[in-house]
């Protein structure tokens, strides 16, 4: 066991590419969840706005019918005075699996997160936010070039 | 016996692991010993590809990389492709393309069996080719 979770830390050490296979992803729609008590309303309108906009910029289109659904969700602990910030960023999709009677279901197709311990939550947040929907832009880059 | 021949072979079909599958669809072999026999009766390398079905970038080099339509092509022209599950498959191929990272693709010299050349992870279909085309020119230069 220790082995295989050696060789998968090796393995996706080497890659800068995701291990999800983002072709043709081209429509989201954005569903952004915020758990947190320290982000105020105001605050979490402008994380979803910039997330919207990046996505907008690298070419998504964002609110069609049956796009796929892009997941924003902050949540968040207090430690002794300190947040401990949950974020993730998932592609939810509809998918048909490859189980007997090919059964459908929704599944994260992309999937990527980071835990924090945070002094200043809504300017960490808000930098951890940027790095991992840099890093989905920069994935389905990857798949469509 | 026919009908229950038939039905056999459709569940078989239906049930095949997605290893099976997967050599199917690009014409790679899944017995080493016939790989290795096949590529020397066609004057060929053998391509092995050595992956694990837990294995998620194992799962994008196959989609992506593999079943390419390029690599596909220049696969069944110079290479006996074959397609092998690291764990699932031991004892049936030489314990030394027990590659320690995966996905690995040793292109092997079937006569004598040694590895030519070998690369280790997910690369994108135009750089695969490109340790394609190396390859064959190490074997070339091997046979010179």
Sequence with gaps: MKKLFLALLLSSSLYSASLYTLDNVHSLNLYFSNQTKFLTKDQASILKEMVAEKLKKAGFVLGETDASILVVKIDAIELKGTQAVHIEVGLGEEVITKRKDKIETFAYTYLDSKLLKMDDPYKETLGSLTLLIDAFIKAHKDDNE | ?144
């Excluded at chain 2, 837990?54 to 074959?82: H, Q």
């Excluded at chain 2, 994108?124 to 080719?129: G, N």
């Design chain 2, 1 to 144: 016996m026919k009908i229950l021949m038939t039905l056999l072979t459709l569940f078989s079909f239906i049930y095949a692991a997605q290893i099976d599958e997967f050599a199917a669809d690009v014409h790679y072999l899944r017995n080493y010993d016939t790989a290795v026999k096949t590529a020397k009766k066609q004057n060929k390398i053998v391509m092995l590809v050595v992956v694990a079905d837990y294995c998620p970038w194992c799962k994008k080099f196959e989609r992506k990389t593999l079943k390419d339509s390029a690599v596909m092509t220049k696969t069944n022209e110079s290479f006996v492709g074959i397609v092998i599950d690291k764990y699932k498959d031991k004892g049936k191929y030489p314990q030394e393309f027990s590659a320690p990272l995966i996905p690995a693709v040793f292109f092997i010299d079937p006569k004598n069996q040694k590895s030519l050349f070998e690369t280790v992870a997910y690369m994108k279909s135009d750089e695969f080719m490109e340790n394609m085309d190396y390859a064959l020119n190490q074997n070339k230069s091997e046979k010179k």
